[in-house]
């Protein structure tokens, strides 16, 4: 019995993000007007497409990609001004790369 409830507290710390979130979810459930109809409001499709977007950059941030690309990018500015423009640029120009 003690061990589960060290395991339920060790994930409530590291999963503080997801608690917070189902805590205010159902907060907000209570000033909801009573005919809405909650499972209409899920959308399956952005649920799946945010879940394989989020593995795709954990995948990515566990490979090194991000470290290479965030050294590369600091080692060719010189300024943090610079930098927040390259990073700004990259985002407007990214279709055209």
């Given at each position: 019995?003690?061990?589960?409830?060290?395991?339920?507290?060790?994930?409530?710390?590291?999963?503080?993000?997801?608690?917070?979130?189902?805590?205010?979810?159902?907060?907000?459930?209570?000033?909801?007007?009573?005919?809405?109809?909650?499972?209409?409001?899920?959308?399956?499709?952005?649920?799946?497409?945010?879940?394989?977007?989020?593995?795709?950059?954990?995948?990515?941030?566990?490979?090194g990609v991000f470290?290479?690309?965030?050294?590369?990018?600091?080692?060719?500015?010189?300024?943090?001004?610079?930098?927040?423009?390259?990073?700004?640029?990259?985002?407007?120009?990214?279709?055209?790369?």
């Open positions: 019995m003690a061990a589960n409830v060290q395991s339920i507290k060790s994930m409530m710390k590291n999963e503080s993000l997801l608690i917070i979130a189902a805590v205010l979810a159902l907060v907000s459930m209570f000033f909801a007007s009573s005919d809405v109809v909650y499972s209409e409001h899920v959308d399956l499709k952005v649920i799946v497409l945010l879940f394989c977007l989020m593995a795709c950059v954990a995948g990515l941030n566990e490979s470290q290479s690309l965030f050294s590369k990018l600091t080692a060719k500015t010189v300024s943090v001004r610079k930098l927040s423009l390259m990073l700004i640029l990259v985002c407007f120009f990214h279709q055209w790369l």
